[in-house]
């Protein structure tokens, strides 16, 4: 359309003919070049190995290996080709405006058998496109995992199906949980209050009250899920399973004596189910005083 060598008409002319602006007749857009596409491919192949990096600390690794990038740059080759950080989002345990909240019943109080008190919570898993969360229920004395659930759904009828597994293997006396609408919807409440379920919830803003099962999903984030990449729900459904078998039947604790929770959990049922267990006495007969020690 624009003649740059017209005898006539000059470049500026035909732009001002044309309503052009004239500054656009000489930008060329620039080329991917041979040494952007290799660092885009570490750059993917360092997201998949720590996915939990953010840009910052890619940029020190990236340099460590000889590649100099900024980390504007990097937050633009991640965003271009669909790489985002593993990090804990806000608000996976929204509190319940409407229904009854129950007092945090496990202070000061000496877990001397299975099936005494099992905690229960949520927590999200990153899929390659997506979320999906789990839910899961631990016996506090044994550190077993007794039910879990999957599903790309934060609702109640996540935490009802990992409740269901875990109703096949005991009943327990007491179930702590945090405040959230989860836990404080009529049907579950409902659920623990037809067996016979005392149900505690923890302080507001107290993790600490819950720490059993927050310690449980830091193993499984940091021995199983961010060492993988899921692509599918099924996938990830899969990967957790099977960790979860590795967790209950084959990681020794330090807390328990280095034994493991099916062990603990099924001695304890079998033998002398109400006689308090060794490391009980050795860091104290409290819950309180024993959280600093779980593993």
């Not at 900024?70 to 271009?80: A, C, D, G, L, Q």
């Not at 209950?248 to 034994?259: M, S």
Request: aromatic share 12%; hydrophobic share 35%.
């Amino acid at each position: 359309m624009i003649e740059r060598k017209h005898g006539k008409i000059s470049v500026r002319r035909q732009s001002d003919l044309l309503s052009l602006n004239r500054s656009r007749l000489y930008y060329n857009k620039r080329s991917t070049t041979v040494d952007s596409i290799a660092i885009a491919r570490k750059i993917a192949a360092l997201h998949h190995k720590v996915p939990f990096y953010g840009y910052r600390r890619m940029r020190v690794a990236l340099e460590e290996n000889g590649c100099r990038i900024n980390t504007k740059k990097i937050r633009r080759m991640k965003k271009e080709m669909g790489l985002y950080t593993v990090y804990p989002k806000k608000k996976v345990s929204i509190s319940g405006q409407v229904h009854k909240r129950f007092p945090y019943l496990l202070s000061d109080m000496a877990i001397t058998k299975p099936n005494y008190a099992w905690s229960v919570d949520i927590t999200y898993i990153k899929l390659n496109k997506g979320f999906v969360y789990v839910a899961a229920i631990i016996d506090l004395f044994s550190r077993k995992i007794m039910g879990w659930y999957l599903s790309p759904f934060l609702d109640t009828s996540l935490c009802l199906e990992a409740l269901n597994m875990a109703l096949q293997h005991g009943i327990p006396e007491i179930i702590n949980s945090d405040q959230g609408c989860q836990f404080t919807s009529a049907s579950w409440i409902e659920t623990l209050s037809e067996r016979g379920i005392q149900i505690s919830m923890d302080g507001k803003g107290r993790w600490a009250d819950n720490i059993w099962i927050e310690r449980f999903w830091r193993s499984l984030k940091y021995e199983n899920v961010l060492l993988q990449s899921f692509e599918t729900v099924r996938g990830a459904q899969q990967a957790i399973a099977e960790y979860i078998n590795f967790y209950n039947n084959d990681r020794v604790h330090q807390a328990l004596g280095y034994k493991t929770p099916q062990f603990i959990y099924q001695q304890r049922i079998c033998n002398n189910p109400t006689k308090e267990a060794p490391w009980i006495n050795q860091q104290g007969s409290t819950l309180k005083r024993l959280q600093p020690t779980l593993s």
